[in-house]
């Protein structure tokens, strides 16, 4: 039998991607690549009914857009704290709990761990968002526990808890050469976190950390919000969405919500959902936009759509082009526009808040703006133009650092003395 080798391991579950890092007692810690040699991966799982395994990652989300009958599970994160995270779903026949498709991701995470340090590591800090929910302490301690839970019954046995954005700012502390008060933004997939900290390559060795975190602050909205936004505004009106009834009433929008939205999707494929949505017929004045609306739902094409608009979303905010979300799965030809103008005009409102957020923080920090020597960014949504066009005007003269998109939570994990 292997010893569970010395050191921590740093697991960010994030609602979209998961990274690991690895840190001996005394070492920087490195990220642990998970797939090939990438060092993130979707937080993804897909359970094939052909071939009846369970695949994780890219891989997952690959053999879900390629056709292959199984059912994908994205977002698992933003089930936490939720009542939903105890059903269960149908898996090759069997009742699966979504706690246990969490398990099962954990678990596998803790396998290629294993396969990178020879041994499969016990003590575990595990990520948090500053909330789990927004308002609801006691949905929030239940998230917590419940990915407690998880990684207990995936082999870990000594498992400690860390907010996102400390781990972010310990990972940015180790590339500073002189003392500075940092503003650290984290955005992701499901939340925007916020830390103000006090960091300095004389601090890093201090055992006691908790007076240099000035402040946290989070709020419930990241990518998976924007892709929901985007989803109903530019590409649920294809399939009926404030589209008008013979009676001149809207049809009812609350398919096209779930539809747009990562973690709900897969209900709508309950064959009680189905029938639903078929009695929404009457409510079109166009009835091939209801059809079009079951082609979606009978043949599963939810995450598909989704998947489409994020990598709209993703190429809109790099390149600044007119861009379209391709639909042609859907139907040929079929396709939604998506350009700088959309993005502003459906995600400023939820950018703003974001952004409040973060200038919340700094407040309860007792900083003025211009005590602050660098805001940090960090997570995929940071990359976002809008959001940093939104983040300049609220910062104006705090210079703005682009960090590791993807790995910093998890590379700073490894480090947490919590
Ligand atoms: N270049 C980009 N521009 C805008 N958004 C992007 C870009 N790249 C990735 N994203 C978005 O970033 C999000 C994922 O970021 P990240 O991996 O940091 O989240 P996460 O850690 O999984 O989520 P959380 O921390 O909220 O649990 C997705 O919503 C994705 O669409
Ligand atoms: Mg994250």
Redesign the pocket.
């Known amino acids: 039998m292997h010893l569970s080798p010395a050191g921590t391991l740093g697991i ?8 690991m890092s690895w840190a001996g007692p005394h070492d920087n810690s490195r990220l642990i690549p998970l797939e090939g040699g990438a060092v ?1 991966m ?2 993804a799982v897909f359970f094939n009914s052909e071939d009846h395994r369970t695949h994780f990652g890219r891989d997952a989300v690959a053999q879900y857009l390629a056709g292959t009958e199984g059912r994908l599970m994205r977002s698992l ?2 089930l936490l704290g939720s009542p939903l995270i105890h059903e269960s779903t149908e898996i090759d026949h069997r009742p699966v709990s979504f706690l246990e498709i969490v398990t099962t991701f954990l678990a596998e995470l803790r396998t290629r761990a294993a396969q990178d340090l020879g041994a499969a590591p016990e003590r575990v800090v595990m ?1 948090r ?1 500053v909330h789990f929910v927004d308002d609801d302490q006691q949905r929030d301690a239940a998230a917590q526990q419940s990915l407690l839970e998880a990684a207990q019954a995936a082999g870990f046995r000594e498992i400690r808890f860390q907010l ?1 954005p400390i781990a972010a700012a310990l990972d940015h502390e180790r590339r500073l050469t002189r003392e500075s008060l940092v503003l650290i933004v ?8 916020f830390t103000v900290v006090r960091l300095g390559p004389e601090r890093i060795a201090r055992p006691d950390r908790v007076s240099d975190v000035l402040a946290t602050t989070g709020v419930h909205i ?3 919000d ?2 929901q936004r985007l989803s109903l505004e530019q590409v649920m009106p294809l399939l009926g969405h404030r589209h008008l009834g013979p009676q001149g009433r809207e049809v009812p929008s609350r398919t096209f919500f779930d539809l747009s939205t990562w973690h709900l999707i897969q209900w709508l494929y309950l064959p009680r959902a189905i029938a639903q949505a078929q009695t929404l017929r009457v409510n079109y004045s166009d009835v091939r936009l209801h059809e079009r609306l079951m082609r979606v739902l009978r043949e599963r094409h939810g995450h598909h759509i989704a998947h489409e608009v ?2 709209a ?2 190429r809109c ?2 390149t600044d082009a007119d861009t379209t979300v391709d639909l042609s799965i859907v139907e040929a030809g079929l396709s939604a526009p998506m350009d700088m103008a959309a993005l502003h005009a459906h995600l400023d409102g939820l950018l703003e808040r974001t952004v409040a957020c973060a200038r919340e923080c700094v407040q309860r920090a007792g900083l003025r703006d211009d005590q602050l020597d660098a805001v940090y960014l ?8 809008p ?1 940093q066009q939104v983040l300049r005007t609220a910062f104006p003269d705090v210079p703005l650092i682009e960090g590791d ?2 790995g910093g ?1 998890a590379a700073g994990l490894a480090y947490a003395q919590t």
């Open positions: 960010d579950f994030g609602t979209s991607n998961s990274a993130s979707p937080t994160k933003s990520g968002p996102e984290d955005i992701g997939g499901g939340t925007s976190d990241g990518g998976t924007f892709d994020e990598q979303k993703i905010s790099m960090t997570g995929g949504s940071s990359a976002l133009r959001f998109l993807f939570v």
